[in-house]
């Protein structure tokens, strides 16, 4: 991933659901930032019958893994089924949809027909069955080297260090290895 895909995705899994409301002093990127998050929550599917939390838990927890091993800096945030409780009947949490889906587009925006294996559609997440597919699709995406490089983008090569000066090479001009005819007359005195 480019450095622009690396924030927006840290934005974008990082973000608390804040429901849509503008919180106080927030700025003009971060409300559009929400607002997208928040259009984004909204296309999750219903079940057709009730997610298991367990299943949740299990997806979101590949998807977070996944995450770590294309940005290793980015700590994602953890879901946490609700205690006491087993099904959720209703769209995933956005904290576990958005993610999935911002990822799911980034490799749709790869257009690598060697990832085409990996695209999910996220509207297909409508069972624990399609949370458990997705899961191991997350394991075997961690597996495939050429798809973490494409993600992390090119290395960012080091700059080449060059040979720091000395204050006398600085008045002067010269760089260390450059003689001139009065350095060869005193080394030839020597």
Do not use: C
């Amino acid at each position: 991933m480019n450095e622009e895909q690396e924030q927006e995705m840290q934005g974008q899994e990082m973000m608390p659901e804040q429901g849509g409301m503008e919180q106080p002093g927030m700025d003009d990127a971060a409300a559009q930032q929400q607002a997208q998050i928040q259009k984004i929550a909204e296309t999750a599917p219903m079940p057709e019958k009730p997610y298991s939390y367990k299943k949740i838990d299990q997806f979101a927890d590949a998807m977070n893994d996944f995450v770590g091993a294309v940005i290793p800096e980015l700590q994602a945030t953890e879901y946490n089924p609700p205690e006491g409780e087993t099904k959720l009947d209703g769209p995933l949490p956005p904290d576990v949809y958005v993610p999935f889906t911002v990822i799911m587009g980034f490799l749709v925006q790869l257009d690598d027909p060697a990832f085409e294996k990996f695209i999910m559609r996220p509207e297909d997440l409508i069972s624990d069955t399609a949370l458990a597919k997705g899961a191991a699709n997350f394991k075997r995406m961690m597996k495939d080297k050429k798809l973490l490089a494409a993600l992390q983008g090119p290395e960012q090569e080091a700059p080449e260090e060059e040979p720091e000066m000395s204050d006398a090479e600085m008045q002067s001009g010269r760089m260390p290895d450059e003689t001139d005819a009065e350095d060869e007359d005193i080394m030839n005195m020597m």
